[in-house]
């Protein structure tokens, strides 16, 4: 059941969740309204400052009615498939992992009832995550055991997304070495030297161009939250249709292409790929 609260006086949306949830987290409620979970006047919101006007009402707890894409969206296409580990093709516009128990229309949700069979519920642990709005290869694991196993090798893994931008970068390749961190009131990432930052390395193709825009072929050594989007951001070439670090639009453009792992038990390179669907290249133009 969604709680309930009138507001008394103008504020911002986040600003308004910190002051009336004292018993939840800043990380938990900055989970919550992004996961659609915060409703203003019976719209769902995830804008962090979205304005707040005196007898607007607030209902936190509620979550988002799937799409259409997500209603119909019933089973996942498999990349690879063993005892121990699991590769998929996430579409955008669907979770990895749900961020309420209310909440069925997400990845690993999906892809749990797709190959559980009766009573034998089959048990997945995600390897990593990719935003909502991100397309590509997701990994989950078949024991939390696996996926420790793995993650012990994350570091030295291949991850390799292709993005739209806005724009064209200066150099035709590059390294971004900016550390990240948190930001403290807004649900996104600082991009600069700080106390509470953590390496983060970023580098970067330029794979075609248009007049406004262009195609990159981006890999990272770190695996940050929101790394890609906050350093692209700071180069000064957003990407395409992201609301956070750039300019909304229908459709974000990211998409993880390829994952190489150390295999848990054969302890060989495996590598999961797929390209982007055409609805992505067309944001190019």
Known sequence: MADIFTVKEKSKLLEFLFAHLGGWSKKTIKQRLQGSSVAVNGQITT??????????????????????????????????????IIAIYKPAGLLSVGNTTENKQHALAILRDQLSRGKNQVKLWPVHRLDRDTSGVLLFATSKEMREVVMDKWSISEKIYLAIVEGSPKETKGTIDQPLRPDDKVYRMYVGKHPEAKPAVTHYKVKQSTKDRSLLEVSIETGRQHQIRAHLAWLGHSIIGDERYGTKGEKMGLHAKKLTIIHPVKKKPMSFEMDAPREFYALLN
């Open 47 to 84: 804008k962090h400052d979205h304005p707040l006007n005196t007898g607007d009402v607030v209902e936190v707890g509620v979550v988002k009615k799937a799409s259409t894409q997500a209603q119909t969206l019933q089973k996942l296409e498999i990349l690879y498939q063993d005892k121990d």
